[in-house]
């Protein structure tokens, strides 16, 4: 069975650009995550979504972030503008519904803000 | 303060000891404990999760809560190279809409 997929693996821009991640979650699954990474540091929720839509987005800088999940499957992450301190690595997860003890991680998106 | 805290190590222990890590946490609305393994590069892997206090063991794993001193540790018996990773605990509340709140992780390195 796929893992939870992400894309793309490495992104570098320049500071002002926008840029967006893409997730494809674990199939069946209908809870959806997205985490920040700092370098050491733990990941830290931005949005959690149940089917399309967005429980709980409380951590979400809606200045410049925002997210959608079409359909309830796969689910895009988009900033802008970037700035240097977005330099992070995102993190999308899946878990079946009432299971968020049970989150499968993909291999994130490392994003470098020049 | 950080709803969970864990030494950043590095910790550094000879292949076959037994590992010791440990977090302690400060909300007492925390009901699930789990703990994550993350290696380099890599996206984290749920080892495995407890509830409430006690323990839960899975082949060399053990993870033990003691709500009472708000500690949470994992054993790792035999460790292999192959476990050097970073290793994440995290906390819940009871709701399945309950924010999980990670520690910062502990870096772990098995030398051969």
């Known amino acids: 069975e796929a893992g939870v997929v992400q894309s793309p693996r490495y992104k570098i821009i320049e500071k002002k650009q926008p840029v967006a991640f893409w997730c494809n979650p674990i199939?069946?699954?209908?809870?959806l995550y997205w985490y920040l990474q700092n370098l050491g540091q733990g990941p830290e929720l931005l949005i959690r979504?149940?089917?399309?839509?967005?429980?709980?987005d409380s951590q979400l800088p809606k200045d410049r972030f925002s997210a959608e999940r079409l359909k309830g499957v796969d689910s895009t992450l988009k900033i802008q503008p970037a700035e240097l301190g977005d330099s992070a690595v995102y993190l999308c997860?899946?878990?079946?519904?009432?299971?968020?003890?049970?989150?499968?991680f993909g291999q994130g998106t490392r994003l470098t803000v020049v | 303060q950080k709803e969970v805290e864990q030494d950043p190590g590095p910790l550094s222990v000879p292949e076959g000891a037994i590992v010791s890590l440990n977090c302690t946490y400060s909300n007492s609305a925390f009901q699930y404990f789990m703990w994550y393994r993350q290696y380099s590069r890599k996206g984290p892997e749920l080892l495995m999760y407890t509830y409430s206090s006690g323990n839960k063991e899975d082949g060399r794993f053990t993870a033990q809560v003691d709500k009472s001193s708000k500690y949470i540790s994992l054993f790792i018996r035999d460790s292999q190279p192959s476990d050097s990773a970073t290793y994440l605990c995290a906390g819940s509340g009871y709701s399945s809409a309950s924010k999980i709140i990670f520690g910062s992780g502990t870096r772990l390195s098995i030398r051969p």
């Open positions: 979504y149940e089917n399309e839509e967005a429980v709980d």
């Open positions: 997860a899946s878990s079946l519904e009432g299971a968020n003890t049970e989150a499968f």
């Open positions: 199939s069946g699954h209908n809870t």
